[in-house]
């Protein structure tokens, strides 16, 4: 029997530490298991994280640190997160195989407008059983999104566990622009009519990401 432990972190900022980790099991197709810790992280967290988490100093002044509460979320077959990515570098202690929503997501659905936890959950009249007091950007309540939305997911895709590896573990051929002069607009109409910008984006951008990369030069390579 395979253990899916959806897992989640709120940090200090994007390139800081964590405040606050939980996570849910999924054991043949139910969501169990949930489990929640404050942490004190190592910087002030910033007040842009603040307004999106809303866990404030005061709430973790007391908490311990992430040393002291990891080996309860260790021990699990498969981990799971939406943008697994970020999650991944925040727990390096976590060594069991990832799989990301995100990315499973994006290859789902290629063409939706956005693919974060809480535009799939309206785009697709998900109902995540939520606990009580939990809101939108607090670690446990995000997990309860992300495993509803993965079991929604491999009812349509039934993926195999390899598959979902493999995804996750791939780049992401991306539909959207999200930045620039052609935000919002296809990659395949920007590849088609203005084919040196994309040129010029993989040449001077430096911090593009893996996806966008990989994306820039599949529609640059359809154009010969």
């Not at 139910?30 to 100093?57: G, L, Q, R, Y």
């Not at 979320?73 to 991944?88: E, K, M, P, S």
């Not at 992401?172 to 088609?192: Q, V």
Request: aromatic content about 10%; hydrophobic content about 40%; overall charge negative.
């Amino acid at each position: 029997m395979i253990t899916f432990r959806v897992i989640d972190t709120e940090t200090t900022s994007i390139e800081g530490g964590v405040v606050e980790i939980a996570s849910v099991d999924i054991v043949n197709g139910e969501i169990c298991n949930p489990m929640s810790d404050f942490v004190k992280p190592s910087e002030p967290i910033s007040f842009e994280a603040m307004a999106i988490h809303h866990i404030t100093e005061d709430m973790v002044a007391d908490a311990p640190p992430i040393e002291d509460v990891i080996d309860k979320y260790l021990g699990a077959d498969i981990y799971v997160a939406h943008n697994a990515a970020f999650d991944r570098e925040k727990l390096p202690q976590i060594t069991a195989p990832w799989v990301c929503t995100l990315k499973l997501s994006r290859k789902l659905w290629p063409e939706e407008k956005s693919h974060g936890n809480q535009y799939l959950r309206y785009r697709f009249g998900l109902n995540p059983q939520v606990p009580e007091g939990l809101y939108a950007h607090r670690a446990l309540y995000d997990c309860y999104v992300t495993a509803t939305t993965l079991l929604y997911m491999n009812s349509l895709a039934h993926w195999k566990v390899s598959e979902m590896r493999d995804i996750t573990n791939s780049p992401s051929l991306l539909h959207i622009m999200k930045f620039g002069k052609y935000r919002d607009e296809t990659f395949a109409d920007i590849a088609a009519t203005d084919a040196p910008y994309l040129r010029w984006c993989l040449s001077n951008i430096k911090d593009l990401g893996e996806d966008q990369q990989f994306t820039m030069r599949h529609y640059l390579g359809a154009m010969f």
